[in-house]
């Protein structure tokens, strides 16, 4: 492998939507010969994806994205993959936010697991939206489709068949010397210098793994926090537990030494973790031999730590949960770190027990013997631990002390701070709350915090480096100090010809703001459900015109509805955009709903009994219901149900004019639009770039596409929205 440079003359680029692409994270491209001896770079992670929804699955009243919809096609997890439902559906890809604008194409190829659609065609566009799309038959999915020398900004697939299918892998070869790749990130501090050696992370969630890119992702994220630990330990790989003796294939192997190359050259130590107690044989000889050589075989491929989890193994084993069963499994811990040792005396080993919390330790008449036990445990041997319960409100230095005081230790806090794995498939939840409810005493009572964050990987960034200030300076304030932190260190992985530190900045912010909380509660926006309940008691009495209070609250639903078109066209790392579709969806359908509603308020305060904004509204509530994401639960129903019980009135309201229409926009072209005719207090959102004064929108499309936009206006007598999509061309 070598390292391309920044722009390459008529090289060959590959997008692959599967396993190993290019790292958002701006790792050095991987790279092949070709035919015609040029070469080939795989750039599957810097493209934007979007499709139909997945087919349901039984018992689910809702997509589930993580493995069925078309971003599971990135991700190197064998059983997901974009499951396409019967009858029309289709697939998109959008070039332009990363290379901004059309690029040269060479062919495009695709895999299904079991058989194709029956019919399937082609369309190219210079952008997505472009109404000048050209249509290409494909006669057979199966065989790659020539493009030879067709430019093109967007594809979109469309499909029809009647049965569902499942498309795995998406190949797209392009040839252009105009596309500049992103540059590794640089190592930030030399090894062994790292502030927090013993805290970081763990991937030990239920749920679909982490993909490669994200684990690699993750290691450099760490590294440039001061972070030391990445615990591999996915409770759904099932090599890592359900069949923890099965050997994994030598392509697994050779991504398990990479990462454990990339951390060493980070400082960051990678651990690999297996969970073996699940259905360890009755004498343990042969069982523990297989454990030893799994792990001897890791070893042999970089690895000089290990982790041995126990935990949650209860309902699998027929052994009551007591002081044999902790003798056993200090007995094969001991024998295990003395094995590896006698290979290389740097390895570490570090233990999950069954009982991991004081709930669990009360919890059953044995749990006190079993945590004796570990008294027993090699001292060297690092035992994880998660406090009064599996997660907690608050923590103070005290609540380890009973285990201090029984095991004679200190622990290494397992963190389930922002875990979402807990009912996920019914209920969504992304808790970014900045990490918070930890007394300043904490740190010094611990060898060290590994948070268990997020099944979402690149997400799970963000809170991490919450994580790693509150580690800086445990007495500060977790507020907005924190959250601003997480913002800025996303820029590292922002990239392509739509990157823009100011505006990608905000957006995060912007993201995390809308779901500031974790596990203490559900997440939702702060700043909304305040505004909604002002405006809810100001309704009350009568006679008053809301002005300020729904001229606010109108301000935020307008942000709501533009901000997933705004990340879809950022820099943010693709695997990010991949995560918050769902939940994005789920803040625009609540401010779509929210805005249309305030338009039926005006109409009600106007004195109609009938508004013609009010369907839209209640469609839109009901789309919100469906997206099993929680934001801010229960707040818009109450606003729309006092909307709906409100008298119509006329208490003065007047709807400022309309002004003229949108025009027509191309990419880098200046256009001038007046939302409303005269208007003292208006906003724009959704246009980037774009300035607005008492003569209107100016605005000159960097790039051409699909934007969405909304302008409101308050006036002293009431308000007013103008919603647009608007379709650039090139």
């Not at 050696?197 to 994200?214: H, I, L, N, T």
């Not at 590994?450 to 445990?474: C, E, F, K, W």
Request: glycine share 10%.
């Amino acid at each position: 492998m070598r390292r391309l440079p920044a722009a390459i003359t008529g090289a060959v680029f590959t997008l692959s939507i599967a396993a190993c692409g290019v790292d958002a994270n701006h790792d050095a491209a991987d790279t092949k010969g070709e035919d015609r001896g040029v070469e080939v770079t795989d750039l599957s992670s810097l493209v934007r994806l979007r499709a139909t929804d997945p087919l349901l699955q039984p018992l689910m009243p809702w997509p589930r994205e993580a493995e069925d919809a078309v971003a599971a096609v990135r991700d190197d997890w064998e059983v997901s993959a974009w499951r396409a439902p019967g009858g029309e559906s289709w697939a998109e890809i959008d070039l332009v936010p990363f290379a901004g604008g059309v690029v040269t194409l060479e062919e495009l190829a695709l895999s299904f697991d079991g058989p194709p659609p029956d019919s399937l065609d082609l369309y190219h566009a210079a952008a997505c939206g472009d109404g000048a799309a050209t249509r290409l038959p494909w006669g057979d999915p199966t065989v790659p489709l020539d493009l030879s020398g067709l430019r093109a900004g967007c594809l979109r697939l469309v499909a029809s068949s009647e049965a569902p299918y499942v498309l795995s892998d998406l190949r797209l070869v392009v040839r252009d010397a105009a596309i500049t790749l992103p540059q590794p990130r640089p190592v930030p501090t030399p090894r062994g210098e790292l502030r927090h050696v013993d805290s970081g992370v763990v991937e030990g969630f239920y749920g679909v793994p982490w993909s490669w890119r994200e684990r690699r992702n993750m290691l450099r994220h760490l590294a440039h926090l001061g972070l030391g630990v990445y615990l591999y330990g996915p409770k759904h790989d099932p090599r890592h537990r359900a069949e923890w003796r099965t050997p994994y294939p030598p392509g697994e192997m050779e991504e398990f030494s990479r990462l454990a190359a990339l951390g060493a050259s980070l400082g960051v130590r990678v651990f690999f973790g297996i969970s073996p107690f699940i259905d360890w044989d009755s004498d343990g000889q042969k069982s523990y031999e297989t454990l030893l050589g799994k792990l001897r075989e890791f070893q042999a491929v970089g690895y000089q730590a290990f982790v041995l989890l126990a935990d949650d193994i209860e309902f699998e084993v027929e052994a009551p949960v007591d002081g044999a069963m902790g003798a056993t499994h200090v007995a094969v811990a001991n024998q295990l770190l003395a094995d590896l040792r006698g290979g290389d005396p740097d390895v570490e080993l570090w233990f999950v027990p069954t009982v991991y919390s004081d709930e669990r330790l009360d919890q059953w008449t044995g749990g006190i013997d079993y945590l004796a036990a570990l008294a027993e445990m090699d001292p060297k041997i690092r035992v994880m631990w998660t406090g009064p319960g599996t997660s907690n409100d608050t923590l103070r230095a005290d609540d380890f002390d009973r285990f201090v005081q029984v095991v004679g230790r200190k622990p290494v806090l397992w963190e389930n701070h922002w875990a979402n794995d807990g009912g996920d498939g019914f209920t969504g939840r992304l808790p970014l709350g900045p990490y918070s409810g930890r007394d300043a005493s904490v740190p010094d009572a611990l060898r060290g915090i590994v948070a268990n964050p997020l099944i979402q990987g690149a997400t799970s960034r963000l809170v991490m480096t919450t994580l790693a200030r509150y580690l800086d300076a445990p007495d500060a304030s977790p507020g907005e100090t924190r959250r601003e932190a997480a913002a800025t260190a996303e820029l590292p992985f922002t990239v392509g010809a739509a990157a823009d530190s100011t505006r990608d900045t905000a957006l995060v912010g912007r993201i995390q703001a809308l779901f500031d909380q974790d596990e203490r509660g559900p997440p939702g926006w702060l700043e909304m459900e305040q505004a909604i309940e002002a405006l809810e008691a100001a309704l009350l009495p009568s006679g008053s015109l809301p002005v300020d209070e729904a001229g606010a609250l109108l301000s935020l639903f307008a942000g709501l509805m533009t901000l997933p078109a705004e990340v879809a066209r950022s820099g943010l790392d693709p695997d990010l955009d991949d995560e918050l579709v769902y939940p994005l969806r789920k803040a625009r359908l609540v401010g779509e709903a929210g805005l249309l509603g305030l338009l039926a308020l005006g109409d009600r305060l106007a004195g109609a009994a009938a508004s013609p904004h009010w369907a839209g509204a209640q469609a839109a509530h009901e789309a919100a219901l469906f997206c099993r994401f929680v934001f801010s639960e229960g707040h818009l129903s109450g606003l729309l149900d006092a909307i709906a019980e409100l008298e119509p009135i006329d208490r003065g309201f007047v709807a400022p004019d309309a002004g003229e229409p949108m025009p027509p926009c191309r990419a880098g072209q200046e256009f001038t639009w007046t939302p409303f005719v005269s208007c003292p207090h208006q906003e724009l959102f959704g246009l980037p770039g774009a300035t607005l004064d008492d003569t209107g929108v100016r605005w000159t499309p960097a790039s051409p596409g699909r934007y969405a936009a909304v302008a409101v206006c308050r006036t002293g007598q009431g308000w007013g929205a103008r919603i647009e999509d608007i379709r650039c061309g090139p």
